[in-house]
């Protein structure tokens, strides 16, 4: 069992940057593969960044590619978003997600099992 809670969420201005993080509970966290979705308003919930278990992999999507940085701290049970350059269309609320995974992997989107309760994300123009 896997709990994740966000943090770090917030109002900034167009081209500001924030680095919402996520806190996992258990000790065997460095087994999980770790990524973050957003939801915006009328909107599917959508793939914004993954990382393997062991940092060494990630995927990022073509809409934040450039901008959005996933990262990890095993030692710290946190995974990190840093986001630069944000735009309006950023807004959303953004949620952590996990699931187990052998090394260097990464699951397919709708595998992840663990969900935090996410955070908001508010990019005003």
């Known amino acids: 069992q896997v709990q994740l809670v966000e943090s770090g969420g917030g109002l900034v201005q167009a081209g500001g940057s924030l680095r919402p993080s996520c806190a996992a509970s258990?000790?065997?966290?460095?087994?999980?593969?770790s990524g973050w979705f957003r939801q915006a308003p009328g909107t599917e919930r959508e793939f914004v960044a993954a990382?393997?278990?062991?940092?060494?992999?990630?995927d990022t999507a073509d809409s934040v590619k450039g901008r959005f940085t996933i990262s990890r701290d095993n030692a710290k049970n946190t995974v990190y978003l840093q986001m630069n350059t944000l735009k309006p269309e950023d807004t959303a609320v953004y949620y952590c997600?996990?699931?187990?995974?052998?090394?260097?992997?990464?699951?397919?989107?709708?595998?992840?099992?663990?969900w935090g309760q996410g955070t908001q994300v508010t990019v005003s123009s």
């Open positions: 997600a996990a699931h187990y995974a052998g090394w260097g992997k990464i699951p397919r989107r709708n595998e992840y099992d663990y």
């Open positions: 258990g000790r065997t966290f460095g087994s999980y593969a």
């Open positions: 990382i393997s278990r062991g940092g060494g992999t990630t």
